[in-house]
């Protein structure tokens, strides 16, 4: 999974990459514009048990990535918009972290993180119109020399440019940008988000509250929307801390998780994905999967092989394989399911695949 964090220059984009990622800072490598690229393995409970049973060679944990990128400017009204470069870096990410600052700056004016969130966002809707606009005199021409299959794109692309106008963020109207002729366009204001406040330690939890609270208006309660926060500096110096260190310094600051992990959760919630896992000797892995697909397709997450030779998916829930303590137990008490193509995964199960190819 891939995350992109954008922002306003100076938010804070390059700290909040150090609290998300633990990691140092990736230096450019020629061009300015290249993004910082930061992996993360998710920690997860099940994995850790599934590890300790099997004493795999090899455990291999859900990988989020996320990328600094700068060249948001908030100044979209002079006519320019994203540049080519830093829109080819943001157009693969699934979803977009936006960090909004809250901290003084004696080089900047007094903090806003609703103002800065509303000119994000209409600098987004400025490079979607952009997009739209030039493919809109592509295809009118081709239409004009009888082209007639391009009809619908044509349709759809001047919906989303009335959306646009009025100010809309195509994440309100699923109906359009998921349809199959939209869904390679990528738009940024179709792309889920986090709006994430970084606040200075100098503000307190009522202040940060009270924005959040606006954030969340302001998003007009889109489901691809979600508000958070973080002490970024703090969290920069947590995250390179040991997890047992982490976790005193985090319940002196009165804050039941570090940022890094509940940021990874929340984008999750925010996709709809959910994670199943693989068990054996050689590996025990994670998998994240988008909610309600088969055994079927997560097979082909897995392998195209095991997609196209499928047969069958012997199935646990993590929490029967816990309580049973072994697959022979879980199995003898019927917890061990046999299952088709079409079942669906749920977060957390433990799957075999059989299949023949
Ligand atoms: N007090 C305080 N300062 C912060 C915080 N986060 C960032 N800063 C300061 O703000 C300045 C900019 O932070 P960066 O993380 O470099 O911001 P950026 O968005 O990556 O900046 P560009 O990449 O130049 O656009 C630095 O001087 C940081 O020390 C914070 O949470 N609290
Ligand atoms: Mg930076």
Same mark, same amino acid.
């Given at each position: 999974m891939k995350l992109g964090i954008v922002g306003l220059p100076g938010s804070g984009k390059t700290v909040v990459f150090k609290a998300l990622t633990g990691g140092v800072e990736v230096l450019d490598r020629k061009g300015r514009q290249e993004p910082g690229i930061g992996v993360v393995k998710v920690s997860d409970y099940r994995l850790d048990f599934l590890a300790k049973y099997h004493k795999p060679k090899k455990v291999t944990p859900v990988h989020v990535e996320y990328l600094d990128i700068s060249g948001i400017s908030g100044d979209s009204k002079s006519g320019h918009s994203l540049g080519d470069k830093i829109l080819a870096h943001i157009r693969p990410v699934e979803a977009l972290v936006v960090v909004l600052q809250f901290f003084e700056s004696p080089s900047m004016e007094a903090p806003d993180p609703v103002r800065d969130y509303n000119l994000i966002q209409d600098e987004m809707i400025l490079s979607d119109l952009v997009t739209i606009e030039k493919r809109l005199e592509r295809i009118s021409k081709d239409m004009q020399r009888g082209r007639k299959e391009l009809l619908e794109e044509h349709d759809l692309l001047h919906q989303a440019k009335d959306m646009l106008d009025q100010? %809309?963020?195509?994440?309100? %109207?699923p109906g359009i940008v998921q349809s199959e002729k939209m869904r390679g366009f990528a738009f940024l204001t179709a792309k889920p988000m986090i709006a994430l406040v970084n606040a200075?330690?100098?503000?307190?939890r009522e202040d940060i509250q009270e924005y959040l609270t606006k954030l969340s208006e302001s998003a007009g309660g889109a489901s691809g929307v979600m508000v958070d926060w973080l002490y970024a500096d703090t969290e920069a110096e947590i995250a390179r801390l040991s997890p047992e260190e982490a976790e005193e310094f985090l319940s002196e600051m009165s804050l039941d998780e570090g940022a890094k992990d509940r940021i990874v959760k929340k984008s999750f919630s925010l996709l709809n994905l959910i994670v199943f896992l693989t068990a054996g000797e050689p590996e025990v892995r994670a998998w994240p999967l988008s909610k309600g697909k088969t055994a079927l397709k997560a097979a082909g997450v897995i392998h195209s092989d095991i997609e196209r030779g499928f047969i069958r998916a012997e199935v646990v829930a993590f929490d029967d394989f816990r309580e049973y303590g072994s697959m022979a137990a879980a199995s003898k008490a019927g917890k061990v399911r046999l299952e088709g193509k079409e079942y669906v995964i749920q977060d957390g199960d433990i799957v075999l695949f059989r299949f023949n190819v």
């Open positions: 100010g %809309s963020p195509l994440r309100l %109207s200075g330690e100098e503000k307190s």
